[in-house]
């Protein structure tokens, strides 16, 4: 079967280790379920598994990709839970010490099929395109769980969304303003500020730019180009949600004396569980809220998509798609 997959870790040169062929089709053990796949969407994680983070060179080599749609063996339509748990796990799968995601220990979803535990399809509902609903696994679903369990921000409180173009920061924005929030971005670009405000956004700004008042949370995905600024914005005893950071895990300063004097609240945030998941898509139904879906290609065209990525040049999604 057609599959984009890692043959060797490249720390400085990532696309050079992303090959596009032919990989054998899976086996499905019991209690697991193969999925056709339609659509896949491409996640950032796709290019630090390529620099070798989270993906050793013994497991190589490893199909990439941690979302799909695509239908069951039985027809059904449905969205794939990326986080692998252990079964013996009772709970939330994003606590379980022993969870991978999917292309970390198990192939991934860049392929004309992968195989899932059962429990890891969530029925996926007409309405949603396969390309809308490939989108959902891990950056709408990260966006969701930052939003509404690590923050637990209410309707009407204001929060500031930094790097406003990517994948999880478009979908921070969106839930975000259907949720009710008043929501401010940041962008280093500005046709990115101005999708923002198109997507929701009540106010977009520079990056690093001084805010007309504070905020009560704070989305991070960016890292140590944005942290300070990110710190700086938030009122007394404001929180800052962390799910990633793109530019950078070290910022020049952590400004431990801001935290304990303003009593800032500092939240990890990793993926989201299966009943998150099934939660965002009743979200959408509801909403009308859909992706932003930056380009659709064919999965032989993958490398494409990865290119653009690594650029930084994608406002949205990137979603590869399968006959
Ligand atoms: N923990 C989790 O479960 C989880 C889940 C999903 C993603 N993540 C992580 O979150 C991050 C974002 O993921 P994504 O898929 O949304 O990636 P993405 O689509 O590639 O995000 C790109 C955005 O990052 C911002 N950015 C990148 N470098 C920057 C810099 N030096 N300074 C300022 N902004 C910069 C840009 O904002 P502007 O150009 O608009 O300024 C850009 O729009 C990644 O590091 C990813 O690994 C983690």
């Known amino acids: 079967m057609l599959a984009a997959f890692a043959t060797r870790i490249s720390p400085d040169d990532p696309l050079s280790a992303l090959t596009v062929g032919e990989r054998p089709a899976p086996d499905v053990p019991e209690g697991w379920a193969r999925v056709r796949v339609k659509a896949a969407s491409l996640n950032h994680h796709d290019l630090w598994s ?42 939330d799968e994003t606590l379980d010490p022993r969870r991978s995601l999917l292309s970390e220990r198990h192939q ?34 990260t966006a969701y769980r930052m939003l509404f369990t690590q923050a637990d921000l209410a309707p009407g409180a204001t929060v500031l969304v930094q790097g406003a173009g990517g994948g999880v920061a478009t979908a921070l924005i969106a839930l975000g303003r259907a949720a009710g929030l008043r929501v401010w971005a940041t962008s280093r670009d500005e046709e990115k500020r101005a999708k923002a405000l198109e997507l929701g956004a009540d106010q977009a700004f520079e990056s690093g730019a001084r805010l007309p008042e504070r905020v009560d949370a704070v989305m991070e995905t960016v890292g140590a180009a944005t942290w300070s600024h990110s710190l700086k914005s938030l009122r ?78 994608v406002l949205g999604k990137i979603v590869f798609t399968r006959p």
Do not use: Y
């Not at 749609?69 to 027809?75: C, T, V």
């Not at 890891?120 to 396969?130: D, H, M, R, T, Y």
């Open 236 to 313: 007394q005893g404001g929180t800052v949600v962390i799910s990633g950071a793109t530019s950078g895990p070290n910022p020049k300063a952590t400004e431990l004396n801001r935290i304990f004097f303003l009593q800032l609240r500092i939240h990890g945030s990793t993926m989201g569980t299966r009943d998150e998941l099934d939660r965002l898509v009743r979200f959408l139904r509801a909403t009308g809220v859909r992706p932003l879906i930056d380009g659709v290609m064919p999965l032989e065209d993958a490398a494409k998509g990865f290119e653009r990525m690594a650029a930084g040049d």
């Open 50 to 91: 390529l620099r070798g983070v989270g993906l050793p060179e013994d497991r190589l080599p490893m199909i990439l990709g941690c979302d799909a749609a695509g239908l069951d063996d039985d027809g059904n339509e449905v969205v794939v839970h990326a986080v692998i748990g252990d079964p013996a796990w009772q709970g």
């Open 108 to 141: 991934g979803t860049l392929a004309d099929e992968v195989v899932v535990p059962r429990r890891n399809l969530v029925p996926k509902p007409a309405e949603l395109s396969f390309e809308e609903a490939a989108c959902l696994p891990t950056a709408w679903l």
